[in-house]
């Protein structure tokens, strides 16, 4: 019997896959507890997704955490969410360190707690100089926020002179996310059978090949992960152009 691991091209895996992790407060649900239940539970799909990524060779993971939507829950529920980061960041770490893998944040810093800043700050400074698969964990964030930062950074730059109007293209205003550096994902994922993208990197999702999985969260293991890249490999991704003009290139 083939194994899905043994289906992937190698040659041919995205560079940046992203995650919306969605399921966790149905999945607690259908067993008759709290959505906190599910969010315990989500932490070994979060192990397995990245453990998955890493061995396969894959770059960039960005896995979304925290929306700034999300502050809008019940008070319980987000220092439920709080306490279980820290712990998982306390468990993890050393395992971050072994694995060559790379952490960062991206998200609106100054809404978290400041114990959770600086134990975030601490694993990313820790890990800062691995050169593995690069973790980003996606924490009070918004996607219109991010661009209105941006925006707003650009605006101020244009009126220090240190930047022209008519210099701002698509490629500079990247420059002025909080992903710059980093490549626009290749591959969505989205679990739960949610079909939409939550204000989740909307820019930088412009060209992503998107799969929509019904299995909800805390079920996901590196067997979803592998199905979806399969999948992706089985796409073919035009960006504009003609299928008989790729073949020509």
């Known amino acids: 019997m083939t194994l899905l ?7 041919k895996l995205p560079c940046h896959v992203a995650v919306i992790m969605d399921g966790n407060g ?4 259908e067993r008759g507890s709290h ?6 539970n989500g932490v070994k799909a ?28 019940p008070h319980e529920e987000i220092e439920a969410l709080m306490n279980l980061m820290v712990s998982t960041i306390n468990s993890e770490t050393e ?10 944040v991206i998200g609106d810093m100054q809404n978290l707690p400041g114990y959770i800043v600086e134990k975030l700050n601490k694993v990313i400074e820790r890990t800062c100089e691995n050169s593995g698969l690069t973790l980003i964990i996606a924490l009070s964030y918004g996607a219109r926020w991010e661009i209105a930062q941006a925006a707003r950074r650009i605006s101020g730059d244009v009126v220090s002179g240190k930047l022209k109007a008519e210099e701002i293209d698509e490629a500079t205003f990247s420059g002025y996310l909080l992903t710059r550096g980093i490549p626009d ?5 989205r679990t739960s059978g949610e079909f939409r993208l939550s204000n ?18 805390p079920d996901f293991r590196k067997e979803h992960l592998y199905k979806a890249i399969i999948d992706f490999q089985e796409r ?7 299928s008989e003009q790729l073949k020509c290139d």
């Open 5 to 11: 691991k043994d289906k992937i091209n190698y040659s």
């Open 26 to 29: 149905r999945w607690a649900r």
């Open 35 to 40: 959505r906190i239940f599910g969010h315990q």
């Open 46 to 73: 979060v192990k397995e997704t990245v453990e998955g990524a890493g061995e396969l060779g894959i770059k960039y993971l960005t896995l979304y955490a925290f929306s700034k939507e999300n502050w809008l829950r």
């Open 95 to 104: 395992t971050l360190i072994k694995n060559n893998v790379r952490l960062m």
């Open 185 to 189: 994902p290749e591959l969505l994922i």
């Open 200 to 217: 989740f990197l909307l820019w930088q999702l412009a060209y992503t090949e998107m799969i929509f999985s019904k299995t909800l969260w």
């Open 236 to 242: 073919e991704r035009r960006f504009g152009k003609t």
